[in-house]
């Protein structure tokens, strides 16, 4: 009985196998016009294109432009926050060189699109973009970095904290993370600088 059942699995086995079909093959000539090689790979973070043309990498963080809302519900008083972070066509470009090979990474920009209403009330709606911080990021910083996140923290004293950060591609240091108050009485943003250890 257990010889029977080896040799079932046995055959089993070899039907199961099948031979790889081989590729059709290409002209030779349409292989030197095609210069090109385009590759899309997903990691846990993001989407990439990478477009290999000549010894040149191109990626784009994130491949397609793309949309995220955040709404935050505080019942007790009547409010709904809402942030929608939205992609931009502007980019931040990181031209470096690895192994002989030109690599460029281009960043998509974003602007966070801010609505506070008290019931039907709108009290704020307005959409921040990197630039309207420039007086307390500094213009060089600006220049290289994408307005990474904005988020709701908590409220206060009729104060509404929000979060942000502008940041420089590739894990750098260089970072301005800011908390960004909302007086519910008067209207008004304050912008305070925030501390790693407030972070």
């Avoid at 046995?10 to 790889?20: A, D, R, V």
């Avoid at 019931?119 to 973009?129: A, P």
């Avoid at 994408?146 to 940041?167: A, P």
Wanted: glycine share 4%; net charge negative; with cysteine.
């Amino acid at each position: 009985m257990k010889v029977k059942i080896i040799i079932l699995v046995l055959t089993l086995g070899f039907i199961s196998c099948k031979s790889e079909r081989k590729p059709e093959n290409i002209n030779s000539n349409s292989k030197k016009e095609l210069n090109t090689e385009i590759e899309v790979v997903q990691n846990e973070k993001s989407v990439e294109k990478k477009q290999k043309i000549n010894d040149t990498i191109e990626r784009f963080f994130p491949l397609e432009k793309e949309t995220v809302k955040k709404d935050t519900l505080i019942d007790n008083l009547d409010m709904r926050i809402s942030i929608t972070q939205n992609s931009l066509d502007s980019y931040v470009v990181d031209e470096f060189d690895s192994d002989g090979v030109k690599n460029i990474h281009k960043y998509r920009d974003f602007e966070h699109h801010l609505t506070i209403k008290k019931g039907t009330k709108v009290l704020i709606d307005t959409v921040f973009q990197k630039e309207k911080f420039v007086e307390n990021a500094g213009q060089q910083l600006i220049d290289i970095s994408r307005f990474h996140g904005y988020w709701f923290n908590k409220i206060k004293d009729q104060q509404i904290e929000l979060f942000g950060v502008i940041s420089k591609p590739e894990g750098d240091d260089w970072t301005f993370a800011f908390q960004h108050f909302f007086d519910i009485n008067t209207g008004e943003f304050e912008i305070k600088e925030s501390v790693d250890e407030e972070i």
